[in-house]
């Protein structure tokens, strides 16, 4: 089993940055880890994704060269630095963890997932 509890998250005014953090109780060394996120009346939509190793990165075109996911194995914890926000970018973040060998850009479901954070932008 693997408990995910994101933090980090908060109001933040349009044009600023958060980083969104994902402390995982169990190994994820072995799994993809994702972002994903909700806004109010939408359906969750994918955000990021990084392979086990950390070498290879997925963006949905929404957040690509504004968002950059990391991980830190040794400690078990996801990042998503998320820079230039947008109010189109309020919702509440996942993380989400995955395993097996599908690829980074499978619509393949994740395995566990967190309770969320969420993250308001403002104008």
């Known amino acids: 089993q693997v408990q995910l509890v994101e933090s980090g998250g908060g109001l933040v005014q349009a044009g600023g940055s958060l980083r969104l953090s994902c402390a995982a109780s169990?190994?994820?060394?072995?799994?993809?880890m994702g972002w994903f996120r909700q806004a109010p009346g939408k359906e969750r939509e994918f955000v990021a994704a990084?392979?086990?190793?950390?070498?290879?990165?997925y963006y949905a075109d929404s957040v690509e060269c504004r968002f950059t996911i990391s991980r830190d194995n040794a400690k078990s914890t996801l990042y998503l630095q998320m820079n230039d926000l947008q109010r189109e970018d309020t919702a509440v973040y996942y993380c989400?963890?995955?395993?097996?060998?599908?690829?980074?850009?499978?619509?393949?479901?994740?395995?566990?997932w967190g309770q969320g954070t969420q993250v308001t932008v403002s104008s």
């Open positions: 169990g190994r994820i060394r072995a799994a993809t």
């Open positions: 990084m392979s086990s190793g950390g070498s290879r990165q």
């Open positions: 989400a963890a995955r395993y097996g060998s599908a690829p980074l850009d499978s619509r393949s479901p994740y395995d566990y």
